[in-house]
């Protein structure tokens, strides 16, 4: 089992920044692809940040140029750097990982919540 455990989210007005982070615990070594994903209210659940074990990132065209995803071994920890924020990027932000026979592990989220 995996565990992850979300922090870094609060309010914060539009242009601004913040940044996630991920712990994970449990049995890691079997995690071969991070990631992050979001959730706003009546809307599907949307990925926005990927890392694989050999620190390959991708995004998609919504947030690339905007987050970063990055991850620091020793602390078993993923980060999410989000900047230059806009309303639209209000969401409960998903820790996931995913492990080597691709079963996918959530963290609870966190809010993130841009205001004007």
């Known amino acids: 089992q995996v565990q992850l455990v979300e922090s870094g989210g609060g309010l914060v007005q539009a242009g601004g920044s913040l940044r996630l982070s991920c712990a994970s615990s449990?049995?890691?070594?079997?995690?071969?692809?991070m990631g992050w994903y979001r959730q706003a209210p009546g809307k599907q659940r949307e990925w926005v940040a990927r890392?694989?074990?050999?620190?390959?990132?991708t995004y998609p065209k919504s947030v690339k140029g905007r987050f970063t995803i990055s991850r620091d071994n020793a602390k078993n920890t993923v980060y999410l750097q989000m900047t230059s924020l806009k309303p639209d990027d209000t969401a409960v932000y998903l820790c996931?990982?995913?492990?080597?026979?691709?079963?996918?592990?959530w963290g609870q989220g966190t809010q993130v919540t841009v205001s004007l």
């Open positions: 996931n990982a995913e492990s080597l026979s691709l079963r996918q592990y």
């Open positions: 449990g049995n890691i070594f079997i995690i071969n692809t």
């Open positions: 890392i694989t074990r050999s620190g390959s990132t």
